[in-house]
């Protein structure tokens, strides 16, 4: 594999390595050239101090004489290595010389090289120099003296053996050490590239792409070695990179959806007006037809750019109208400015005040209607207790009167007040399921919610029958229904105005059991039909004379829901109404 720009410092470790052992190699190098020249040094030294002997002694011998002495004394001096010794007279020649010398080495000093040593006019030389032709290191000594009228030379040359052999094995390892230092470099660099560069560059390829969001990226793991370690670890954090990704995202999926299902518009807006995000509400209400994640970072609406900047980090809050497709909107407004890295948001939301309008007004027109529906019972009671406390007892005909005025009054009042609290459970309950129920007898419902309602039919001159009526059996509540039943008899009772009402129940082909109560009354025109199912409603006295509380329909509706069921009403307006009571009959 080429050397790339990325991975060429991945050589500099061999290359550091290599240097340092070349320098310690070059400061060994130095280091021994130092022991040299000091060891040549001490050497040459030791050499004049033994020579000084001899020419002393030589000084002697010669001013009294003793040459034969001087002979043998020269023939005598010998040392670790070999050494030749010559004394000689200026003007006269070699005198005298050591005997039994190698050949080599007397050879060797008579060499001219060699003589134009001692031809210096010094009055003392000594010289230590490696001789090639006898690859042995050599030690020169020539030392002048006088004796009467007469100059002398004393010449020594001697074969250093020791230090031949010291240096040679020197300088043996320092190769040594240098062809080693070049190997274990070379080793290190073809390490670096086989084991280490090559796996780190397959490592940083992968890591490359997995930056660029390539988690799925395979990362090859050597199969041992440090790389190996590494190449684990980056596996371990990839997967863990992977797993918090997945995380964020979904962390990102459950804000957006809670958002989106937020009924207050939400808008963040930056500085320069830029709406960075929104909700699907208030694109709704601000953008509507616009398709934003389509055409990027939307305008902030104008009625809000006066916020923009104005608005510190407390809450803002206030009303606005708002007008979007021909609608007037009454929104409640909350602003809120906070900084995030250094850039200043605000963070805007807008609530809808229609559905709470419409509550408030639904509360108003219960507690009005609940007010309307009592003030006449009530009255009636406040007065006939008025009359009696007025002495109305003491008359027969007063207290008769009275006392029915209490009666009925009063029977009205628990009615009204027990269908208040019936349609306030049934609002609140749930529907159940077919296992939740006990079996049913279809015509037990119908003949019991009939005998309750004959004698109010009975006293308003209405005959009630019963024209079709099967046995059927299934899951509900007998008491609900029989009530559900008992509130549409006695509505055509009292409004159709019919002066007989049928009764029946039989199965649809859906499979649902119909109860059905049908008058021949006045009708019931076709913009109330759909609304008198609702609580408190009642059709205008205008048209019709009414009683009652606007409550027994919106219960049957209710009862009906409960059983997951439905009602509904046929009428002509002049020709009666029939009403449809129908419960699933399951798998009864």
């Not at 040359?157 to 062809?179: D, G, P």
């Amino acid at each position: 594999m080429a050397t790339t720009g990325k991975d060429t410092a991945f050589l500099f470790v061999p290359a550091i390595i290599g240097g340092i052992i070349l320098l310690a190699i070059i400061l060994l190098d130095i280091q021994f050239s130092n022991f040299r020249q000091a060891y040549f040094q001490e050497v040459a030294e030791e050499t004049k101090r033994n020579n000084s002997f001899l020419v002393r002694a030589f000084r002697d011998l010669l001013e009294t004489g003793q040459v034969d002495k001087m002979h043998r004394m020269l023939n005598k001096y010998h040392g670790p290595n070999p050494v030749i010794v010559k004394i000689i007279a200026r003007g006269k020649g070699v005198i005298m010389e050591t005997e039994g010398v190698p050949a080599y080495l007397a050879e060797h000093v008579r060499r001219p090289e060699i003589k134009g040593i001692f031809k210096q006019n010094h009055d003392e030389d000594v010289l230590v120099n490696f001789n090639r032709a006898l690859e042995s290191f050599m030690i020169y000594h020539s030392v002048r003296f006088r004796v009467g009228n007469q100059d002398y030379v004393l010449v020594t040359a001697s074969k250093c053996n020791s230090m031949t052999l010291l240096m040679q094995q020197t300088r043996r390892a320092i190769l040594i050490l240098t062809v080693l230092g070049i190997l274990s470099t070379l080793v290190l660099v073809v390490y670096f590239c086989c084991w280490i560069r090559s796996p780190l560059n397959r490592l940083f390829a992968s890591m490359s792409r997995i930056a660029a969001g390539e988690l799925e990226c395979p990362i090859e793991v050597p199969k041992s070695g440090l790389i190996r370690e590494i190449g684990l670890c980056l596996q371990t954090l990839t997967e863990q990179l992977k797993q918090q990704i997945v995380s964020l995202q979904d962390g990102a999926n459950e804000r957006e959806a809670v958002l989106n299902a937020m009924t207050e518009a939400v808008l963040l807006v930056d500085a320069e007006g830029k709406v960075v995000r929104w909700n699907r509400t208030a694109e709704e209400l601000f953008y509507p037809g616009r398709k934003l994640h389509e055409r990027g970072e939307p305008e902030c609406p104008p009625e809000f750019r006066e916020y923009i900047g104005k608005i510190d980090h407390a809450v803002h809050t206030e009303k606005r109208s708002l007008r979007r497709n021909g609608r007037e909107y009454q929104l409640l407004v909350n602003v809120l400015s906070f900084s995030r890295e250094g850039k200043r948001f605000f963070l805007i939301s807008a609530t809808d005040l229609a559905d709470l309008n419409k509550l408030e007004a639904a509360q108003r027109e219960f507690i009005a209607a609940i007010s309307h529906e009592m003030k006449t019972p009530l009255t009636g009671i406040v007065g006939a207790v008025d009359a009696i406390s007025n002495g109305a007892l003491d008359h027969a005909e007063y207290k008769e009167r009275c006392i029915e005025t209490l009666t009925t009054q009063s029977e009205r009042l628990h009615t009204l007040l027990l269908n208040f609290l019936t349609l306030t459970s049934l609002e609140n309950l749930h529907p159940k399921s077919e296992d939740d129920f006990l079996p049913v007898q279809s015509s037990a419902v119908l003949r019991g919610a009939l005998e309750l309602c004959r004698p109010a039919a009975d006293a308003a001159g209405i005959s009630i029958a019963v024209e079709e009526c099967e046995n059927l059996e299934f899951p509900g509540d007998f008491q609900l229904l029989q009530q559900a039943l008992c509130n549409l008899i006695s509505n055509a009772v009292i409004h159709s105005g019919s002066s007989s009402i049928e009764l029946s129940a039989v199965r649809t082909a859906e499979g649902e059991i119909d109860f059905r109560v049908r008058d021949h009354g006045c009708g019931i025109p076709a913009e109330h039909r759909e609304r008198i199912f609702k609580r408190f409603y009642r059709i205008p006295s205008g048209q019709k004379k009414q009683q009652g509380s606007g409550i027994g329909l919106a219960i049957v509706k209710h009862i009906a829901l409960y059983h997951h069921g439905s009602i509904k009403v046929d009428s002509v307006s002049g020709g009666g109404s029939e009403f449809h009571l129908r419960i699933p009959a399951f798998s009864a």
